[in-house]
């Protein structure tokens, strides 16, 4: 019998347990002076009333979420031997998708490892520890990385929303290593990375495939890459051959890494770069009368949390009003969420609302979601965080 401490779930509250949800939230959990006392992030074996185990579970007292399961059996231990194990599992799946090491190398419930995503830019790693399970494990899964893919630097970038939530503070640390500069090579482009002074971890995975659409529908294009980030959607066309290329954020560092990339790269004769909040300058220069050949609209989450979604619903119907009026006759949008909270429909709605609102008829070309990199678990929806429509318009 395994030594680890029990949590016993309440008469009538495992039915979601026994269903395979890799989740137990607090109002399951018999909360008793003894579970409470549990540190935060403990590994535990988890039992309903009637005495059927299911399995091992990172556990904390304190979040909504109180357990996340790591293993269907009871016995198992939770050491160096098993994060070794389960990195390599993920690790041989990437190593099967992609011919590169470029790819997230681990997406937190789907790959096993709740709470944990691992970016691999090479031999460069992004942690980022979510929950307190795994903040508590992350020397182990050091261990792991360092004998498995023994990288040069491994940052933790420690940032997201829900670690308030798992009582964690937010962090970022050069973990490993003495600098954390790296690339990714993507559509015969090699872009810079900065973990430490980019957004999230550096670079944005899950758009990978999307990307390599819009580039392939740029060829002799003008292209606007709105909310461009590092560029990775305009770059990638004016590799695949787009005419011109304005790329558009509000962010000073992201587009001096983009127009850096443009300049190693040779691209820099076909690339702008405009500085300016994206819907402002979508609206002055719908104005303005400016049209293209490809608009991407690719912006970060409008919704942080539930209560956020009819505002983001309503942002994201004005981003496709104003994208589409953009869009040369004949031409294409690439308009994405990222907002988990955002069901599927609800924003393809939104976009059609927006489109009508433009009085542009459209065609979908593709409704896509992430990368295979970011696999979804099966019990989980919310981990198919990432919808996108390609369309042409009329």
């Known amino acids: 019998m395994s030594d680890l401490p029990a949590i016993r779930l309440l008469p009538g509250r495992d039915r979601r347990a026994k269903a395979g949800h890799p989740w137990i939230f607090s109002n399951e959990v018999a909360m008793t002076p003894a579970a409470r006392a549990i540190p935060p992030g403990s590994a535990v074996r988890v039992e309903g009333d009637d005495g059927v185990r ?16 790591l293993s269907r059996d009871p016995e198992a231990a939770v050491d160096d031997a098993f994060w070794h194990d389960r990195i390599a599992d993920a690790l041989r799946l990437r190593d099967r998708l992609f011919p590169t090491p ?23 790693i992004a942690l980022q520890a979510n929950t307190a399970g795994m903040e508590s494990a992350t020397p182990a899964i050091l261990r792991a990385l360092d004998a498995l893919v023994g990288p040069r630097a491994v940052v933790a970038r420690n940032e997201a929303a829900v670690r308030a939530l798992e009582g964690l503070p937010d ?5 490993r290593g003495t600098e954390a500069t ?21 670079w944005f995975f899950d758009q ?78 719908g104005g303005q009368g400016t049209r293209f050949g ?3 609209a690719d912006p970060p989450a409008f919704a942080k949390a539930r209560k956020d979604v009819p505002q983001a619903v309503r942002a994201y119907a004005r981003l496709a009003r104003l994208a589409a009026g953009l869009v040369a006759p004949g031409g294409i949008l690439f308009v994405a969420s990222c907002s988990h909270h955002v069901p ?34 099966p019990m989980l929806p919310e981990s198919a965080y990432l919808k996108a429509l390609t369309l042409q318009l009329s």
């Open 54 to 69: 299911h399995g091992v579970h990172h556990f904390n007292p304190h979040s909504l979420i109180a357990a996340r399961r």
């Open 102 to 124: 470029h790819y997230r190398l681990a997406h937190a419930e789907a790959d096993g490892l709740p709470g944990l995503v691992l970016d691999r830019y090479g031999d460069l």
């Open 171 to 175: 962090a970022t640390a050069l973990l």
């Open 182 to 202: 790296g690339t990714v090579e993507e559509g015969g482009v090699s872009f810079s990375v900065d973990p430490l002074g980019g957004q999230k971890t550096g």
């Open 208 to 285: 990978r495939e999307n990307r390599a659409r819009v580039a392939a529908l740029s060829r002799g294009e003008t292209v606007l890459d709105a909310f461009c980030h590092t560029g990775g959607f305009g770059l990638q066309a004016a590799a695949a051959g787009a005419a011109r290329v304005t790329l558009l954020d509000r962010s000073e560092h992201a587009l001096a890494t983009a127009t850096a990339t443009a300049r190693r790269n040779g691209l820099e004769g076909r690339v702008d770069a405009v500085r300016a909040e994206a819907m402002e300058a979508l609206e002055r220069m």
């Open 294 to 296: 490809v608009v991407v």
């Open 344 to 377: 599927s429909g609800e924003f393809a709605d939104a976009v059609i609302a927006g489109l009508q609102r433009a009085r542009r008829d459209a065609r979908i070309l593709a409704m896509t979601g992430a990368g295979p990199d970011h696999p979804v678990h």
